[in-house]
């Protein structure tokens, strides 16, 4: 996986302000950082090619974050994805996590917890 320093993070989030809050946050320890405000807009942007962390709301308008997961599976172009989410249960983690998500966090989360799962991403 790439480095910190070439690493881009791609968060998808149709809530501005926890898109931002993130990616402060990342590109504070160092990340270059792609914000997003719907699936659509991710899927459009040349930083879909370049992006090698995913982090992912499971709720969304138009196309949910499950949804934008299962398609980039289906295209055998998946890539590495935490689920963030302010409306999940156990089971949906479970299931996340049974689809190759390598994380899901409830909103809100805590920044180390976070970090943690990042750095162990990309490194």
Known sequence: MANPSTAVIS?????????????????????????????????????????SLLILDVCMPGMAGTELFRQLKQEMRPIPTLFITGHGTEQDRAEALAAGALGYLNKPFAEEELMVLVRSIIH
């Open 11 to 51: 968060i998808v989030d149709d809530d501005a302000s926890v898109g931002e809050a993130t990616g402060s946050l990342l590109r504070a320890n160092g990340f270059t950082v792609a914000t997003f405000q719907s699936a659509a807009l991710f899927l459009a942007s040349p930083e879909r090619n370049r992006t």
